[in-house]
């Protein structure tokens, strides 16, 4: 259970991060009277640089801003987004997702994921769980589950010797 | 009186999963049905008919015979076969000893050897194997240990947990020990057949001594602990007919198809033996190369016969390690704490196939 619950943590954590990197739409700001007339944020905190190459936009807590043709850069203390037109890359400390067309990577300590197509594969040491997109198989220390062809197979690891007496 | 948990086998059953690698245990490979019925063509299908009623209770007749057969002068009728080897001790403890009484046990041992003993209100002396003479007990010690009260003595050998085997002298004088004092000696015999050395075996206690009671099973010698075939060979009748009463409140009557099996394994002994040897042998010289190797952590002194030997581990505590070593490395061994000698000393066992693995990987993981 334990196990499982590591995969889905991870895996939830890496769907946040992928999510973080493709960068959904924000909603369209709304037009609405600010109820304070901009006392802490002066103007001359942002910088909006644009011409027909590209915009660099620059914000207050060293968020950066860039698009040109083909990408973007966005930069915030300690995450870096760089996307071009068939990939991303989001790089935070000690996590790095890349995406390439239909590959992406996931690495962080203990764990790294890998996807190709159909293909994806999960590394945590001990634990590796791939898939081919029809059969897949997962493998705890010993213990490994094949699933193939819609058949499935456990191999539970060599538990030693039986017995629990030392009778006479 | 409550009896003390047997603690050798708590510590087998609190590490039944998790022991992958038995490095301690004292009963050499085992053998199936199967391998056992290939002694004897044409024993499978005697097997099937073996009827499954009720058997005799002082076991099969033709048992008795074949296993009678294994001593000089000891009759079919003065063998009683029971379930195991643990039975007769039971039952010996009760039908022969009495509360108050004291007893003399060849030390460290086996835990039956003197808890069922204790739980009785029987006085408890232990003859201790000294670890500096290959676990040699002094023969001075013993008369000093023997009591107005005391009753029997008892031995075992080749021993557990340390491989001792009493020479063919030291062996003589116990016997004239408790010949003198009119005790009964018990002889636990149930390693007899594992000498390294055929020509160091002794012969039967129940041979030699009037009031001698020897104790035999199938378990250590032969690796067929499944069958629980054990006996008790006495010349003493006044002992025979105690035993053989009150085993009417344990088992009663033994296993049909197990007695058959272990006719069969009685009367090829000797082959069954050499094939035991051969393996124990050869383990012990593995495991002699591997304490060459660990001076530095094991103090130890070649046996001369049996399954397991008792070295003294040199880096703390025995029992500590023990527990460390079957956590991390599932390879189990058996602290000196569960012969009731709690410190340095700890158990290897070494009549199993896959000892040699067993063993390269702990030597492994020490070198690591």
Known sequence: MKIINKILFVSLLAGAVITTGCGSEPPAPQAQPSAVESADMKPADVKIDGNAAGTNISLPGGIKIQTGEGGAKVNLPGINIDTTETGAKVSMPG????????????????????????????????IKVNTDGT?????????????????????????????????? | MQIRPFELERYFARHEFSAKYLLGSSDPEAMSIADLLAFEPGSEEELKRVWLGYTESLGDPALRRDIAGLYESVAPEEILVFTGAEEPIFAFMHAVLEPGDHLVVHFPGYQ????????????????????????????????ELIRSKTRAILICTPHNPTGYLFDRSSWQQVIEIARERDLYLFCDEVYRGTEHDPADQLPHLADHYEKGISLNCLSKNCGLAGLRTGWIATKDRDIYNRLATFKDY?????????????????????????????????NLNLLAEFFARHTDLFSWQRPRAGTVT????????????????????????????????????????????????ALARLDAYLAG
């Open chain 1, 95 to 126: 996590v790095e997702v890349t995406t390439e067309g239909d590959k992406a990577t996931v690495n962080m300590p203990g764990m790294s994921v890998t996807s190709d197509g159909a293909n994806s594969n999960v590394d945590m040491g001990e």
């Open chain 2, 112 to 143: 039956s050897h003197y808890s069922v003993a204790q739980s009785r209100g029987i006085e408890v002396s232990h003859w201790h194997g000294n670890p500096n003479r290959n676990w040699a007990p002094d023969l001075v010690e013993l008369p």
């Open chain 1, 135 to 168: 059969d897949s198989n997962v493998s705890v220390g010993d213990m490994k589950i094949d699933v193939k062809d819609g058949e499935t197979t456990i191999q539970t690891p060599d538990s030693g010797e039986k017995t629990n007496t030392d009778a006479e």
């Open chain 2, 250 to 282: 344990l088992t009663i009557c033994n296993c049909a198809p197990g007695e058959y099996l272990a006719g069969i394994a009685v009367r090829n002994m000797p082959q069954i033996f050499e094939q035991q040897r051969v393996r124990l042998v050869s």
């Open chain 2, 310 to 357: 008792f070295p003294r581990y040199l880096g703390g505590s025995a029992l500590e390690f023990c527990d460390w070593l079957v956590a991390e490395t599932g390879i189990m061994l058996i602290p000196g704490t569960f012969f009731d000698m709690p410190g340095e000393y700890l158990r290897f066992g070494y009549g199993r196939a896959s000892f040699a693995d």
